[in-house]
């Protein structure tokens, strides 16, 4: 090799190393803060993802937290996306103000979505709830309208907390509502394990069994008698609607919700996974993540 080639190579090389290592990482590191909801209420929010990327808000459901959401806030697949989790109130780091009243209203978990989009200035992002974080979409929906969002997911949401749509488990809620810590606790934990099919690998069960323990007794024992305004706001949604059942839900019945979600709304869309539980994000999460990535990209060319 000459002294020319081997100098142009070299000169190549190093401008190739130089352009790789200045390429900007579209990855954030996350960020932690919290926003104040209307009635007080402090709740915490974590980001990630790309920061300037379309918005994703995810929603957990009773008795979680954020972290619910890991195989999503850890997917190649959304890091293009703004990826926003907060703890709902009564949960995870967020505020657990004691008694009935900052849990029965269901307008002030509505509130809290609201603050959390208004807070982290997100423009037009897509929400997606799991469990009770379809009920907290609905009540924002019906206090706020759906100009503010892009979107919405239901990922086995609750509609309404109404017999025929939640399956009967009253042993399993009288255990968690019990003032023996012991039977407490072995309801969380049977309520836990009631959100698989495929139940996960033992360090993320044990830690959304810590999540469960976590939460507020006494949001426990409101949030069966929540106000939901289904049909103020799901009702009256004119975004997209994309409703993701597991095929083997054992809290909500898939059957009896997409039939009333569907009398609400005729425009909703809806999945089934068929090898999932309550959870499918996190029984089939890469099949979860490419299906929301599809919707975050057609809500966002619309």
Known sequence: MSLRTFLHFLTSAFSAATLFACAPDTSARPASYTVTSTDGVKL??????????????????????????????????????????????????????????????????????????????????????????????SNYLAKYGDRAIAGAVYVDGVVEL???????????????????????????????????????????????LANAAMASWDMQKEVPTMTVFAAEGLGKARVSLLFIYGGHDALVDRRATLARAAVLNPRIVSKEYADSGHAPFIEEPERFNRDLAEFVRSVSQQ
């Open 162 to 208: 109404a017999p025929g749509q939640i399956v009967d488990h009253p042993e399993v809620y009288r255990d968690m509502n019990s003032p023996d810590l012991k039977t407490h606790l072995d309801g969380e934990r049977t309520f836990v394990g009631l959100c698989f099919n495929h139940r996960p690998d033992a360090d993320t069960f044990d830690r959304l």
């Open 44 to 137: 915490a929010v974590q980001e990630s993802g790309n920061p300037n990327g379309p918005p994703i808000i995810l929603v957990h459901g009773l008795l979680g937290s954020r972290l619910n959401w890991d195989a999503q806030v850890q997917s190649p697949e959304l890091r293009q996306y703004r990826i926003i989790t907060y703890d709902l109130r009564g949960h995870g780091l967020s505020d657990k103000p004691s008694g009935p009243e900052p849990y029965h209203d269901g307008n002030r978990w509505g509130d809290d979505l609201a603050a959390v989009i208004q807070g982290s200035h997100a423009r037009k992002p897509v929400v997606v709830g799991w469990s009770l974080g379809g009920v907290v979409i």
